[in-house]
């Protein structure tokens, strides 16, 4: 970027707020009441983890394996290679799969959303099946689908062996890594309309003659502001969930592996929710297409443009100091028409006081035609008079 004109704009953008930025744990009196084998809190947004016990450490995933297949599921559907009212024909093998299912009869055809809330609701290894057999063209294709995206999102922990996490000695992942597919799985909000369903009526069987009451086994879906994610159990790996909630901008994802029972596994999710909640808030300085700054533009009819950013600026601040943020577009002075909306024209950059916390693109806010011999007129006309 040469020339580069510094638009410093101190914004009034004062929060009653607090700054910490921490990637600090929590104490180790509140790590004392976490009892299971390992367990962590991260904000949904940054991945800032704010709380971890031995997060890295090897776990078997029961069902919380699920939010992997629901996760390539969102995946494919956002693609348009998936739609939610697609039929899918039930095969033998998911229909006679073991574990907690629907009950799904071999022939019978079910749509992709009701198998989306046979896995997120019921948590139905049949369903997870059927949806892995029909996006992967089989089960094995599925699970090498599963373990190629969880390298993709860093998930150097896992490696995955089927699509619902009944017990296989290589199924296994970790805290962290169940947090960071629980992350992804929530960029695509639809589905808390999923996860967060307490109960729900479906129709199985062949003539669709058998109706079911789904009942969701995240129990803390009753409970605030939490809307999700998957809990799982098995002997092997005891009893576990990843669960997440939302405080006005902030959203935090607690994980506990290897929990003693099904309360303790719930009471301490929700700690950790809390502890997120109690002690953390989300700070949005600017918000996508707002406009910070304006940039000349040279040979344009308007003379300028505004820059903007595409997404919203988050930050995650820690209660109990209260902070002004500060705003500064640093933007190329020689830009010249045509331009178009979304071109980059700078940086934004953020700070508290004089530090540094991030910066950003700064964007045309819209298209900046060239002025055509008839503008150049105009303005020469309006000059002389």
Same mark, same amino acid.
């Given at each position: 970027?040469?020339?580069?004109?510094?638009?410093?704009?101190?914004? /009034?953008?004062?929060?009653?707020?607090?700054?910490?930025?921490?990637?600090?744990?929590?104490?180790? %009196?509140?790590?004392?009441?976490?009892?299971?084998?390992?367990?962590?809190?991260? %904000?949904?947004?940054?991945?800032?983890?704010?709380?971890?016990?031995?997060?890295?450490?090897?776990?078997?995933?029961?069902?919380?394996?699920?939010?992997?297949?629901?996760?390539?599921?969102?995946?494919?559907?956002?693609?348009?290679?998936?739609?939610?009212?697609?039929?899918?024909?039930?095969?033998?093998?998911?229909?006679?799969?073991?574990?907690?299912?629907?009950?799904?009869? /071999?022939?019978?055809?079910?749509?992709?959303?009701?198998?989306?809330?046979?896995?997120?609701?019921?948590?139905?290894?049949?369903?997870?099946?059927?949806?892995?057999?029909?996006?992967?063209?089989?089960?094995?294709?599925?699970?090498?689908?599963?373990?190629?995206?969880?390298?993709?999102?860093?998930?150097?922990?896992?490696?995955?062996?089927?699509?619902?996490?009944?017990?296989?000695?290589?199924?296994?992942?970790?805290?962290?890594?169940?947090?960071?597919?629980?992350?992804?799985?929530?960029?695509?909000?639809?589905?808390?309309?999923?996860?967060?369903?307490?109960?729900?009526?479906?129709?199985?069987?062949?003539?669709?003659?058998?109706?079911?009451?789904?009942?969701?086994?995240?129990?803390?879906?009753?409970?605030?502001?939490?809307?999700?994610?998957?809990?799982?159990?098995?002997?092997?790996?005891?009893?576990?969930?990843?669960?997440?909630?939302?405080?006005?901008?902030?959203?935090?994802?607690?994980?506990?592996?290897?929990?003693?029972?099904?309360?303790?596994?719930?009471?301490?999710?929700?700690?950790?929710?809390?502890?997120?909640?109690?002690?953390?808030?989300?700070?949005?300085?600017?918000?996508?297409?707002?406009?910070?700054?304006?940039?000349?533009?040279?040979?344009?009819?308007?003379?300028?443009?505004?820059?903007?950013?595409?997404?919203?600026?988050?930050?995650?601040?820690?209660?109990?100091?209260?902070?002004?943020?500060?705003?500064?577009?640093?933007? %190329?002075?020689?830009?010249?028409?045509?331009?178009?909306?979304?071109?980059?024209?700078?940086?934004?950059?953020?700070?508290?006081?004089?530090?540094?916390?991030?910066?950003?693109?700064?964007?045309?806010?819209? %298209?900046?035609?060239?002025?055509?011999?008839?503008?150049?007129?105009?303005?020469?006309?309006?000059?002389?008079?």
């Amino acid at each position: 970027m040469k020339g580069l004109q510094r638009v410093c704009l101190f914004l /009034a953008i004062i929060f009653s707020l607090t700054f910490f930025l921490s990637s600090n744990v929590v104490k180790a %009196d509140v790590l004392e009441e976490i009892s299971a084998k390992s367990a962590i809190l991260v %904000d949904a947004n940054t991945g800032q983890v704010l709380f971890e016990k031995n997060s890295h450490d090897k776990a078997y995933p029961a069902s919380v394996t699920k939010i992997m297949t629901l996760l390539l599921t969102m995946e494919a559907i956002k693609s348009g290679k998936l739609n939610l009212d697609d039929k899918i024909t039930i095969t033998a093998d998911s229909a006679k799969i073991e574990g907690t299912k629907l009950f799904l009869d /071999a022939g019978e055809v079910r749509t992709v959303e009701d198998l989306v809330y046979g896995v997120a609701v019921e948590s139905g290894n049949d369903a997870s099946n059927a949806l892995g057999v029909h996006i992967g063209g089989s089960l094995s294709g599925f699970v090498d689908m599963m373990n190629e995206r969880a390298s993709q999102l860093g998930m150097n922990d896992t490696h995955f062996a089927n699509t619902h996490g009944l017990h296989e000695e290589n199924h296994y992942t970790s805290a962290y890594d169940v947090a960071l597919m629980s992350r992804a799985l929530l960029k695509h909000e639809e589905i808390l309309k999923y996860s967060n369903t307490w109960m729900i009526d479906v129709y199985v069987g062949k003539n669709n003659h058998i109706k079911r009451t789904l009942a969701n086994t995240n129990k803390l879906i009753r409970k605030g502001n939490v809307d999700g994610l998957k809990t799982g159990y098995t002997i092997e790996a005891g009893h576990c969930i990843s669960a997440t909630g939302k405080e006005n901008e902030l959203r935090v994802i607690s994980v506990i592996m290897g929990g003693k029972d099904a309360q303790t596994r719930f009471d301490e999710a929700e700690k950790l929710l809390n502890h997120g909640f109690s002690r953390y808030q989300a700070a949005v300085p600017a918000r996508a297409g707002d406009i910070i700054a304006t940039a000349n533009v040279y040979k344009s009819k308007s003379g300028y443009v505004g820059a903007t950013i595409s997404q919203d600026i988050y930050q995650l601040v820690e209660k109990g100091h209260d902070s002004n943020f500060t705003l500064e577009a640093i933007l %190329d002075d020689d830009l010249v028409a045509p331009l178009n909306k979304g071109d980059v024209i700078g940086k934004i950059k953020v700070s508290i006081g004089n530090n540094e916390i991030t910066n950003v693109n700064a964007i045309c806010s819209e %298209d900046v035609p060239k002025s055509s011999f008839l503008d150049y007129l105009k303005t020469i006309t309006k000059t002389v008079i």
